[in-house]
Nanobody, 121 residues
Framework: VQLQASGGGLVQAGESLRLSCAASGRAFSSYAVGWFRQAPGKGREFVSAMSRVLTGYADSVKGRFTISRDNAKNTVYLQMNSLKPEDTAVYFC?????????????????WGQGTQVTVSS
């Protein structure tokens, strides 16, 4: 599986962005998918994930971000509303066939290249 993330950019606080993650490969619809981010000088952190049975968000983005997927297009989305400067980071999409994959990046074995999101105050 290859993943291609896109949709990042520079926005002002309060604005929205939608990230996309296009996947190649069969059986992608059965994979868990996740979004993670890494801010400068910080470690990679969980943002949101959608497994076969669970959909969830980090507390810092709950109520503002929405993850979705279009299996016909092999694409996962992250709608980000009410963006804050602290959301500034490189965002990565990830996928895994491991049923344990959810909020821990340890279980994801396919990663996109990252897309930069910058939110100005």
């Amino acid at each position: 599986v290859q993943l291609q993330a896109s949709g990042g950019g520079l926005v002002q606080a309060g604005e929205s962005l939608r990230l996309s993650c296009a996947a190649s490969g069969r059986a992608f619809s059965s994979y868990a998918v996740g979004w993670f981010r890494q801010a400068p000088g910080k470690g990679r952190e969980f943002v949101s994930a959608m497994s076969r049975v669970l959909t969830g968000y980090a507390d810092s983005v709950k109520g503002r971000f929405t993850i979705s997927r279009d299996n016909a297009k092999n694409t996962v989305y992250l709608q980000m509303n009410s963006l804050k400067p602290e959301d500034t980071a490189v965002y990565f999409c990830a996928a895994s066939a491991n049923p344990k994959a959810y909020s821990s990046d340890y279980f994801y074995n396919y990663w996109g290249q990252g897309t930069q999101v910058t939110v100005s105050s």
